[in-house]
């Protein structure tokens, strides 16, 4: 229920990423797997397309199709897979249980469930028309855990194999279906580093680990993302590396039976120098593959980037200790006793709490998730799940010891003592259903579905984007190509049918670069780019508000709404623009340059009024801080004129004059007539 929220203001696919994933699904469905995997996509980075298969999350799009053969029955491929992340979000609710009811027993993976299903971040990425990477890519991956934890701890020797090579085959669909999931190869690659110091039956696992680790490498090379590149790169060798020392190490220990584990801690200390040397060495000469630079900042949160293109994207977020008080709440405060338990479980070596091997294992994922969620917002989805297992065992070692029986001759503890102890308990999982007011669990996790707002900041919802599209894939000829910020590529493809220059998946950043660049061009030299891009129209996205109780026959805007005219500033990073030439001091407020001397600014159909601060009722002709920029309506491309552009479609909300949000969708025809000044002279 609270994943399907959203269905409240309209029942569409949110976010930009997955209306491809659909389109690609669609094509499976129509085509065939053989075809897609051929498949170079003529609509994505016009002219050069886009290598699908190579450049995409294929088992998000294969489960898709088989599940939809399956189970669509009579609805629509777009229905289907709208609720298509609901259903695998909900599914992993079940998987966590059995994952840490494997690690704590049947209570904690209780707890586990409840957490998990009321949990921010994991319910705003799993949530009704997310068509994303990441409801996959967590159920695979957590079930793929899951079957290598079972395997190792199963006292039935016979069902381990088919557990543990079936664990490294769901763990490879994790990773083909979203990049993400490499974060569990961290947990996985230390806990094999310790096992032979924790583990006494070397004669079982010794086999175990390597058949886990090969299944989950040959599954990754089926594919050609992650594919080979992957496993001959640190990926594959944060995997390969651990399990080499786990087998050496058990090898020596039984050809040298004196000072077994001071010998294997040696090794370990050698391959712990040697691994660094290694990495640092081949951060210069890269003899090994490297991710992308967000993989490498999830392993060093420390690791700045000089690339405003991945900075400019809001996923990539640094997470503030403020976020993370918000969505962990009182989860924070069960995980810190979770792991003082832990810890002291370990210790007692009569404790039949936990093995003492799983307990390392939930220490290691607690940690890495807690210091990989602190790089980017995205990745607070490991985050919690790292809160939620050590908050789970925590809240069920406590419940265990306040519940114990007490040894004859002390006072059992009363059921007048136990009752408060529940109901405090109740209490605070509670509270953050509740508060705060307008940032609980279920508001949080309620929001219109960015097709329906334009990913602006009013919570509404409009036909502006679907009207926009509607028109494009109506009043344009099918082989036209559509100019606009990355952003909106994967809707004009999916929706408006008709081929882009840029889009989400971010391929080309120098293409990216160059629409940047065009759009801080003058108009004439911005209307010679897109005749060498090929381009038709180019579209623009300005998000605002009519202002109301103004007794003149003009309207009047505020223009600061999410739209292209509050990414502009990231445009000009990413063009290598000086800033200060456009903006004024705050950031924001555009200079008179921009708006007379950019196509960018030409291509807003408002004009700059006045400045006013609401708060003291002031108004300035000039530019104040602490004012904002008033605007009135002006086209500066009419249909019927001569200049480089000519508006062909404004969205209804623009037109319509009603006082409130106002979303703006502008469409301009690119004037193949058109004579520039320096050729007129």
Same mark, same amino acid.
């Given at each position: 229920m609270l994943r399907s929220q959203s269905a409240d203001y309209g029942f569409e696919l949110n976010e930009f990423d997955p209306f491809f994933n659909f389109r690609a699904t669609e094509f499976i469905v129509e085509n065939g797997f053989s075809e897609y995997f051929e498949w170079n996509d003529d609509l994505s980075w016009y002219p050069h397309g886009r290598d699908v298969s190579a450049t995409s999350q294929v088992m998000l799009h294969t489960t898709a199709a088989i599940t939809y053969q399956i189970f669509g029955g009579d609805s629509s491929l777009y229905d289907f897979t709208i609720l298509f992340p609901v259903v695998f979000a909900s599914l992993t609710t079940i998987v966590i249980f059995a994952l840490v009811r494997v690690m704590g027993g049947t209570s904690a993976g209780l707890f586990a469930a409840l957490f998990y299903s009321i949990s921010i971040p994991l319910i705003i990425r799993g949530s009704l028309g997310w068509f994303k990477s990441e409801p996959l890519g967590l159920f695979y991956g957590l079930l793929g855990l899951y079957l290598f934890l079972s395997g190792i701890k199963s006292e039935n020797k016979k069902i381990v194999i088919s557990?543990?090579?079936?664990?490294?085959?769901?763990?490879?669909?994790?990773?083909?279906?979203?990049?993400?999931?490499?974060?569990?190869?961290?947990?996985?690659?230390?806990?094999?580093?310790?096992l032979p110091f924790i583990r006494k039956d070397h004669h079982f696992i010794i086999w175990v680990i390597p058949l886990f680790v090969t299944s989950l490498l040959l599954t990754c090379m089926m594919f050609e993302r992650p594919g080979i590149s992957f496993v001959l790169g640190m990926g594959g060798l944060s995997l390969i590396i651990p399990t080499g020392f786990f087998v050496s190490c058990i090898i020596i220990q039984k050809i040298k039976q004196e000072h077994q584990t001071r010998n294997s801690l040696l090794f370990l200390v050698a391959l712990l120098i040697i691994i660094p040397s290694v990495m640092i060495i081949n951060s210069d000469s890269q003899f090994l593959p490297l991710p992308s630079h967000r993989y490498l900042n999830a392993l060093n949160p420390f690791l700045t980037t000089s690339i405003p293109l991945v900075d400019s994207v809001s996923e990539h977020a640094t997470t503030t200790l403020e976020q993370s008080f918000l969505?962990?709440?009182?989860?924070?405060?069960?995980?810190?006793?979770?792991?003082?338990?832990?810890?002291?479980?370990?210790?007692?070596?009569?404790?039949?709490?936990?093995?003492?091997?799983?307990?390392? %294992?939930?220490? $290691?994922?607690? @940690?890495?998730?807690?210091?990989?969620?602190? =790089?980017?917002?995205?990745? &607070?989805? %490991?985050?919690? $799940?790292?809160? @939620?297992?050590?908050?789970?065992?925590?809240? =069920?070692?406590?419940?265990? &010891?306040? %519940?114990?029986n007490k040894p004859q001759g002390k006072k059992p503890t009363g059921k007048l003592i136990k009752l408060p102890y529940v109901a405090g308990i109740i209490i605070l999982l509670i509270i953050p259903m509740i508060f705060p007011v307008d940032a609980n669990t279920p508001s949080m996790s309620k929001s219109?579905?960015?097709?329906?707002?334009?990913?602006?900041?009013?919570?509404?919802?409009?036909?502006?984007?679907?009207?926009?599209?509607?028109?494009?894939?109506?009043?344009?000829?099918?082989?036209?190509?559509?100019?606009?910020?990355?952003?909106?590529?994967?809707?004009?493809?999916?929706?408006?049918?008709?081929?882009?220059?840029a889009d989400n998946s971010t391929v080309n950043t120098r293409i990216i670069e160059n629409i940047a660049k065009m759009f801080f061009k003058n108009p004439d030299d911005a209307w010679i780019s897109l005749n060498e891009m090929q381009a038709d129209y180019i579209l623009v996205f300005v998000a605002g508000e009519k202002l109301g109780g103004i007794d003149s026959e003009k309207s009047f805007y505020i223009l600061r709404g999410g739209g292209d005219e509050s990414k502009k500033q990231w445009f000009m990073k990413i063009a290598g623009e000086d800033l200060s030439k456009y903006l004024f001091s705050d950031g924001v407020s555009a200079t008179d340059y921009f708006w007379d001397n950019t196509l960018l600014g030409k291509m807003f159909p408002f004009t700059h009024v006045s400045y006013v601060n609401f708060q003291t009722a002031k108004e300035s002709p000039t530019y104040v801080p602490g004012f904002l920029p008033i605007f009135e309506k002006e086209i500066k491309y009419s249909s019927d004129g001569n200049g480089p552009l000519r508006l062909v479609y404004a969205s209804p909300s623009f037109t319509e004059e009603k006082v409130g949000p106002m979303l703006g969708i502008f469409i301009y025809e690119i004037n193949k007539n058109y004579v520039s000044i320096s050729d007129k002279s």
């Open positions: 557990k543990v090579i079936g664990g490294g085959i769901i763990l490879g669909f994790g990773l083909a279906s979203w990049g993400g999931i490499q974060f569990f190869i961290i947990p996985i690659g230390i806990f094999i580093l310790i969505f962990h709440s009182v989860l924070m405060i069960f995980s810190g006793i979770g792991i003082w338990l832990i810890i002291k479980n370990i210790q007692n070596k009569n404790s039949n709490f936990i093995k003492n091997d799983m307990l390392f %294992f939930a220490l $290691i994922l607690g @940690i890495a998730g807690v210091y990989v969620s602190s =790089t980017f917002v995205r990745l &607070e989805v %490991f985050g919690s $799940i790292a809160v @939620i297992v050590l908050a789970s065992l925590g809240l =069920t070692a406590l419940t265990k &010891e306040f %519940f114990k219109p579905p960015t097709i329906l707002n334009g990913g602006s900041i009013y919570q509404i919802t409009s036909n502006d984007w679907l009207d926009s599209m509607e028109w494009i894939k109506n009043n344009t000829s099918e082989d036209a190509v559509i100019a606009a910020w990355w952003d909106y590529g994967y809707w004009i493809q999916t929706m408006g049918e008709r081929a882009t220059l």
